[in-house]
């Protein structure tokens, strides 16, 4: 691989410069090592989505993530590190590789770095070029070192396009097309959070029926908007339910005394209450229970989205629930997800607390919450199965280093 002109003229210059500093955040976890990579901006999130979800499935797998452009709000769980992508100089790619000794590597889009690519490849690790795409492949090196980019394709033992263009733009650069495989996009997809199969029924009996919505971490500056919104919505619905959501019990105080003042009948579920038919808002704040009111509801309002400087409910995790959306103004990081959950209209924006009264009076009939609700679950599904398609690859390699075959 190092006999290419176009690849040693790039490490002798390379390693002229003075060798950065670089110093691992952790020593390597024992057991298998997966290095994730994301270089796309604004992609991040689908990359994380793949780390957590590769985490979840495959017990005792650590996976390592690097970020080319700047950092991303992760959680924080077992099995995940989050590095920093050293300097592309001989020495620390060499260092950085030594460290982690990575069992599988993935890396997303483009923009590959030639040292750390190649030290990768040469430690043995099992190399997956995913959701590649054309502008992943348009930097300066590729265009004036096409021998190096050819080179660094053919390291990987599976490379997948995001689309037939990028199929077309990595054959262009030498890589064979019975060697490309075509998949669509990596999106961000969306977790279903866990549920009390007693309390799904209880509620679900409680309710018998009743046209629902719920407003999940919703802002303390929202309530009086809600509140208002939903007895608006009422006039129309007179069995409609709102299931308003906190995010703390100081809220949940509050939003009982709005719905008092409004003259609105309130249970408040933490004092272990159902709602009876005379109820009208329901006073939620346990976040582990969420998963609960989202399977309840057909209509979620996101919360926070209404006032600024506010975060927002992350809009792929409802949409995964078979939940309809409406939302306000204030789309914080959740502006691409909204954008393709609005061009698969399964989302509605609200401004004010006459449209949101508008919205949830037509949005909470069951015709129209079903068809918003199967736009945003097949926007989800769809970005579900490329992450698959990649974690089944990875596990495929690691059950064969398990089994001594690779």
Request: hydrophobic share 45%.
């Amino acid at each position: 691989m190092r006999d290419s002109l176009g690849l040693a003229a790039y490490r002798t210059l390379s390693g002229r410069r003075a060798v950065p500093d670089y110093a691992p955040a952790r020593d390597r976890p024992s057991g298998e090592v997966v290095w994730i990579h994301s270089s796309e901006a604004g992609n991040t999130r689908a990359i994380a989505d793949l780390a957590l979800q590769l985490i979840r499935v495959r017990h005792g797998t650590h996976v390592v993530l690097t970020l080319a452009h700047g950092d991303f709000d992760l959680p924080e769980i077992e099995g995940l590190c989050l590095a920093e992508l050293p300097d592309d100089h001989p020495t620390t790619a060499q260092a950085f590789i030594a460290h982690w000794r990575p069992d599988v590597v993935i890396w997303a889009w483009g923009d590959l770095q030639p040292n750390l690519v190649l030290e990768a490849a040469e430690s043995g690790a099992h190399m997956m070029l995913i959701d590649a795409a054309s502008d992943g492949f348009d930097g300066r090196r590729d265009r004036w070192l096409p021998e190096v980019s050819k080179r660094l394709l053919a390291t990987f033992d599976h490379v997948i396009a995001r689309n037939a263009d990028a199929r077309d733009r990595l054959e262009q650069m030498g890589r064979s097309k019975q060697r490309i495989e075509l998949g669509s996009p990596l999106y961000p997809s969306g977790e279903m959070l866990p549920a009390n199969d007693t309390d799904i029924a209880d509620v679900t009996d409680a309710l018998a029926g009743r046209p629902t919505w719920l407003s999940a971490h919703t802002a303390r500056a929202e309530g009086r908007i809600l509140v208002g919104a939903h007895r608006l919505a009422v006039r129309t619905s007179h069995r409609l339910l709102l299931i308003l959501h906190a995010t703390s019990t100081a809220d949940s105080a509050h939003f009982m005394d709005l719905t008092r003042t409004a003259d609105m009948r309130a249970v408040y579920w933490g004092d272990g209450q159902l709602p009876d038919d005379n109820c009208q808002v329901l006073v939620v704040d346990a976040d582990d229970e969420l998963g609960l009111w989202l399977r309840i509801a057909p209509v979620t309002f996101l919360g926070g989205s209404l006032k600024p400087e506010h975060s927002v409910f992350d809009p792929y995790i409802a949409a995964a629930h078979g939940s309809a959306l409406i939302y306000g103004p204030n789309l914080g990081a959740h502006s691409d997800a909204i954008a393709r959950l609005v061009r698969a209209r399964a989302a509605r924006m609200v401004s004010d607390k006459a449209a949101l009264g508008r919205a949830i009076s037509q949005i909470t009939a069951p015709d129209q919450a079903a068809l918003m609700a199967m736009a945003g679950w097949d926007v989800v599904t769809k970005a579900a199965i490329s992450l698959d398609r990649v974690i089944d690859l990875t596990q495929s390699h690691l059950d064969a280093i398990d089994g001594g075959i690779a």
